[in-house]
């Protein structure tokens, strides 16, 4: 038992330290993962998966795949699907089986697999997990059409390949390594497969009418969903051997597409448990690694790891973008850009191990073929993705930008000031109306509800890094703080004070965003300014024109509304004492005109210079 604790004590202890790592320098967890692994298994001895949890390692990684394929499953909003454009469409419903196939000719006749083993890796293979795509988008600053599509094709193909290489190991079962006859075998494969579908199908629409009516309090709806992945998992495999995976996937579909309330919370929660799983899962699977396995690789697994980069990648996108306007610099970069992610190296040591068991002998090399693509994939891709981007002209230069909810007086004139200081930015609102004024300015705008499914398709939330709530409803600016605070940061989110009642805690992070000084007199009294003539200034501090000269000239009752460092994150001070001016920042302040100092100049479309202040009429 002491033994069984220290281990789940050093994986957890690795693959969170990891996962932190990978944040806080912004590289691919896998990578710190696999070297975490290695350093704890191959080469200190710490770890020894087989030894320390002997008969349990098996189950522990099927369960830990079977959580994760439902994460996979319940992220997949058809309705998102179907709205984004023919390129994705194509690449995920025409690219994946394309590159299944692909995938399994190159591992037989390459690899020297036998057909039900590659049938298996090439499904696989298929798999681009969103959870290394995501970062790497983040870095490179990717265009919106060529992001837009690595992310729904990462988003997709988890499931799918999952679904694939399923199908094809209960083909491998089905058949045994004397080949029962493609006939039978596939009947059987097809058979389990509907009943496996039919189960999760039915499991996740009893759920999602539970949810609906009320029968579920909310304290046990987390605990109960859990409970159904379990239970359809290792219910459907008591039936059909490895069918699981296909209820658990079938059912995360069906509750990720079902209408209920308390789904946005219950993905934060199967977030949270997928990204220990997933952290703990590649650590073990590492750390399993040995010499004997390692040398079991030949010239040949060397040649089909280049065969997947070069060859099957390439002819997977090319045939399915067929007749599509996507422009050849984005085909180009998607046929090279597709890194493999810990979901495929948690499937290949789950079926690895079992088609050993059923007389696969290759199956052996699952794991040790796996770890070659995955790793091979997220360095070469994670190296060249910006240089092939900028190559091909599809980075964008921009600097991360403001969400801003609500158009009114003042936001409008916000966001003037922000294009004026060439910071990116987005004017949202329900109201057509209300965005009149923005678009007559020529002001970036959304029309729409930013808490809807549509919002992550048609708006590019990827470069947003700070988000603005100034709705003159308070209730509804808590939302969406709410809603955009784990994705893009607790610490990026900032509301308008409360018209109700005086602000006694600006920095409430439990509820709702943080509210600036600018902010404090919430968003009637802001307006009010606006249309009273205040005005937004923008002044960069040099070394000649100091912090004292800017605060000696600024106007009087001015407020600092925005700090643009030369280098950083920017910033909104929620105190006049939280931020010191330096050399080469921008300062965007809120005051009114009568008082602006002598070099303010009403010019606007003239760019700032070093020491003077510019007024934005944001009008």
Same mark, same amino acid.
């Given at each position: 038992?002491?033994?069984?604790?220290?281990?789940?004590?050093?994986?957890?202890?690795?693959?969170?330290?990891?996962?932190?790592?990978?944040?806080?320098?912004?590289?691919?967890?896998?990578?710190?993962?696999?070297? %975490?692994?290695?350093?704890?298994?191959?080469?200190?001895?710490?770890?020894?998966?087989?030894?320390?949890?002997?008969?349990?390692?098996?189950?522990?990684?099927?369960?830990?795949?079977?959580?994760?394929?439902?994460?996979?499953?319940?992220?997949?909003? =058809?309705?998102?699907?179907?709205?984004t454009a023919s390129g994705v469409r194509?690449?995920?419903?025409?690219? +994946?089986?394309?590159?299944?196939?692909?995938?399994?000719?190159?591992?037989?006749?390459?690899?020297?697999?036998?057909?039900?083993?590659?049938?298996?890796?090439?499904?696989?293979?298929?798999? #681009?997990?969103?959870?290394?795509?995501?970062?790497?988008?983040?870095?490179? *600053?990717?265009?919106?059409?060529? +992001?837009?599509?690595?992310?729904?094709?990462? @988003?997709?193909?988890?499931?799918?390949?999952?679904?694939?290489?399923?199908?094809?190991?209960?083909?491998?079962?089905?058949?045994?390594?004397?080949?029962?006859?493609?006939?039978?075998?596939?009947?059987?494969?097809?058979?389990?497969?509907?009943?496996?579908?039919?189960?999760?199908?039915?499991?996740?629409?009893? @759920?999602?009418?539970?949810?609906? $009516?009320?029968?579920?309090? &909310?304290?046990l709806k987390a605990p109960l969903m859990?409970?159904?992945?379990?239970?359809?998992?290792?219910?459907?495999?008591?039936?059909?051997?490895?069918? %699981?995976?296909?209820?658990?996937?079938?059912?995360?579909?069906?509750? %990720? !597409?079902?209408?209920?309330?308390?789904?946005?919370?219950?993905?934060?929660?199967?977030?949270?448990?997928?990204?220990?799983?997933?952290?703990?899962?590649?650590?073990?699977?590492?750390?399993? =690694?040995? +010499?004997?396995?390692?040398?079991?690789?030949?010239?040949?697994?060397?040649?089909?790891?280049?065969?997947?980069?070069?060859?099957?990648?390439?002819?997977?996108?090319?045939?399915?973008?067929?007749?599509?306007?996507?422009?050849?610099? !984005?085909?180009?970069?998607?046929?090279?850009?597709?890194?493999?992610?810990?979901?495929?190296?948690? @499937?290949?040591?789950?079926?690895?191990? $079992?088609?050993?068991?059923?007389?696969?002998?290759?199956?052996?090399?699952?794991?040790?073929?796996?770890?070659?693509?995955?790793?091979?994939?997220?360095?070469?891709?994670?190296?060249?993705?910006?240089?092939?981007?900028?190559?091909l002209k599809l980075t964008s230069d921009?600097?991360? %930008?403001?969400?801003?909810?609500?158009?009114?007086?003042?936001?409008?004139?916000?966001?003037?000031?922000?294009? *004026?200081? *060439?910071?990116?930015?987005?004017?949202?609102?329900?109201?057509?109306?209300?965005?009149?004024?923005?678009?007559?300015?020529? =002001?970036?705008?959304?029309?729409?509800?930013?808490?809807?499914?549509?919002?992550?398709?048609?708006?590019?939330?990827?470069?947003?890094?700070?988000?603005?709530?100034?709705?003159?409803?308070?209730?509804? !600016?808590? =939302?969406?703080?709410?809603?955009?605070?784990?994705?893009?940061?607790?610490?990026?989110?900032?509301?308008?004070?409360?018209?109700?009642?005086?602000?006694?805690? $600006?920095?409430?992070?439990?509820?709702?965003?943080?509210?600036?000084?600018?902010?404090?007199?919430?968003?009637?009294?802001?307006?009010?300014?606006?249309?009273?003539?205040?005005?937004?200034?923008?002044?960069?501090?040099? &070394?000649?024109?100091? &912090?004292?000269?800017?605060?000696?000239?600024?106007?009087?009752?001015?407020?600092?509304?925005?700090?643009?460092?030369?280098?950083?994150?920017?910033?909104?001070?929620?105190?006049?004492?939280?931020?010191?001016?330096?050399?080469?920042?921008?300062?965007?302040?809120?005051?009114?005109?009568?008082?602006?100092? +002598?070099?303010?100049?009403?010019?606007?479309?003239?760019? #700032?210079?070093?020491?003077?202040?510019?007024?934005?009429?944001?009008?």
């Amino acid at each position: 038992m002491q033994d069984l604790v220290l281990t789940a004590a050093i994986v957890l202890s690795l693959g969170i330290a990891a996962q932190w790592l990978a944040w806080r320098f912004k590289i691919p967890a896998i990578v710190l993962l696999a070297v %975490g692994g290695i350093m704890a298994g191959p080469v200190t001895g710490i770890l020894d998966p087989h030894a320390q949890l002997g008969e349990m390692l098996e189950p522990l990684v099927a369960v830990a795949v079977a959580i994760i394929l439902f994460e996979g499953g319940i992220s997949l909003d =058809l309705r998102e699907l179907r709205g984004t454009a023919s390129g994705v469409r194509r690449l995920t419903l025409v690219g +994946a089986p394309v590159g299944w196939l692909a995938g399994t000719i190159a591992a037989h006749y390459v690899a020297g697999l036998s057909w039900p083993t590659a049938a298996v890796l090439g499904g696989i293979l298929v798999v #681009t997990g969103p959870t290394v795509i995501a970062p790497l988008l983040r870095q490179a *600053k990717l265009d919106r059409k060529p +992001a837009i599509t690595l992310k729904w094709e990462g @988003i997709v193909n988890d499931p799918l390949g999952a679904l694939f290489a399923v199908l094809a190991y209960e083909y491998a079962i089905a058949a045994g390594p004397d080949d029962i006859g493609l006939a039978p075998a596939l009947g059987q494969v097809a058979l389990g497969a509907v009943l496996a579908a039919a189960v999760g199908l039915a499991a996740g629409s009893a @759920i999602a009418w539970a949810f609906r $009516r009320g029968h579920v309090p &909310e304290f046990l709806k987390a605990p109960l969903m859990i409970g159904a992945v379990l239970a359809c998992f290792a219910g459907t495999n008591a039936f059909v051997e490895e069918t %699981g995976l296909i209820a658990v996937t079938v059912l995360g579909v069906t509750l %990720g !597409n079902s209408k209920v309330a308390a789904l946005e919370e219950l993905r934060r929660i199967k977030e949270v448990l997928a990204t220990i799983l997933v952290s703990g899962v590649f650590v073990l699977l590492t750390a399993t =690694l040995n +010499a004997e396995t390692l040398a079991a690789l030949d010239w040949r697994h060397a040649a089909y790891v280049v065969a997947v980069l070069v060859i099957v990648r390439p002819v997977t996108v090319l045939a399915s973008l067929i007749g599509t306007g996507v422009p050849w610099s !984005n085909r180009a970069l998607l046929a090279w850009i597709a890194p493999r992610g810990i979901v495929a190296v948690a @499937i290949t040591g789950l079926f690895g191990e $079992r088609l050993v068991a059923a007389g696969y002998e290759d199956g052996a090399l699952l794991v040790p073929l796996g770890f070659a693509v995955v790793l091979s994939t997220v360095t070469l891709h994670g190296f060249s993705l910006r240089p092939l981007a900028r190559l091909l002209k599809l980075t964008s230069d921009a600097p991360p %930008g403001f969400l801003v909810v609500g158009a009114g007086a003042w936001t409008t004139a916000l966001a003037h000031a922000l294009v *004026k200081a *060439k910071v990116p930015v987005v004017l949202a609102d329900r109201s057509w109306a209300r965005l009149r004024a923005a678009r007559h300015e020529g =002001l970036p705008v959304y029309h729409g509800e930013v808490l809807s499914d549509a919002t992550e398709i048609h708006l590019d939330l990827a470069s947003t890094s700070h988000v603005i709530a100034a709705t003159d409803n308070d209730a509804y !600016n808590t =939302l969406i703080c709410n809603h955009f605070g784990p994705d893009i940061g607790r610490s990026a989110m900032f509301q308008v004070a409360p018209q109700t009642q005086p602000v006694t805690d $600006r920095h409430s992070l439990a509820l709702g965003g943080m509210v600036p000084l600018a902010m404090a007199a919430g968003i009637d009294e802001l307006d009010r300014r606006q249309l009273a003539g205040w005005r937004f200034s923008r002044t960069r501090i040099t &070394e000649d024109f100091t &912090e004292e000269d800017y605060r000696r000239q600024r106007p009087a009752g001015s407020e600092t509304v925005l700090v643009i460092p030369a280098r950083g994150r920017m910033q909104m001070p929620e105190d006049t004492g939280d931020i010191a001016f330096h050399a080469g920042d921008t300062i965007i302040a809120f005051g009114p005109p009568a008082d602006a100092p +002598a070099e303010t100049t009403t010019d606007t479309d003239t760019d #700032t210079d070093a020491d003077t202040t510019e007024a934005d009429a944001g009008s």
